[in-house]
């Protein structure tokens, strides 16, 4: 079992940054893949940021590649998502999830476990 733990969401002005955290339980986090996706009001979830259990392997959405980072502290079972050059289309609540697996998983439905989410919202 991993119970995961979300943070560091907030109101932002446009081309504004935040970096979110995802903290994690269970001796066996770094041996899981992490990503991060996000919601939208009345739209599905969608792929943000994937990373594998080593991190040395990452995955991007198109729409964020560029301006967003995904890394990971295994001795700290943590997960971050640096945001940079917020737009306000990224507006959406953001998960923080994990799969046990080698390396990135980008589909929604392949993980195991989720957080509770953390609202992000970039004014425009």
């Known amino acids: 079992q991993v119970q995961l733990v979300e943070s560091g969401g907030g109101l932002v002005q446009n081309g504004g940054s935040l970096r979110l955290s995802c903290a994690a339980s269970?001796?066996?986090?770094?041996?899981?893949?992490m990503g991060w996706f996000r919601q939208a009001p009345g739209k599905e979830r969608e792929f943000v940021a994937a990373l594998s259990w080593s991190g040395g392997i990452t995955s991007y959405a198109d729409s964020v590649k560029g301006r967003f980072t995904i890394s990971r502290d295994n001795a700290k079972n943590a997960v971050y998502l640096q945001m940079n050059s917020l737009k306000p289309e990224d507006t959406a609540v953001y998960y923080c999830?994990?799969?046990?697996?080698?390396?990135?998983?980008?589909?929604?439905?392949?993980?195991?476990?989720w957080g509770q989410g953390t609202q992000v919202t970039v004014s425009s």
């Open positions: 999830a994990a799969k046990k697996a080698r390396s990135v998983v980008r589909s929604v439905r392949e993980y195991d476990y």
């Open positions: 269970g001796r066996t986090f770094s041996t899981y893949t």
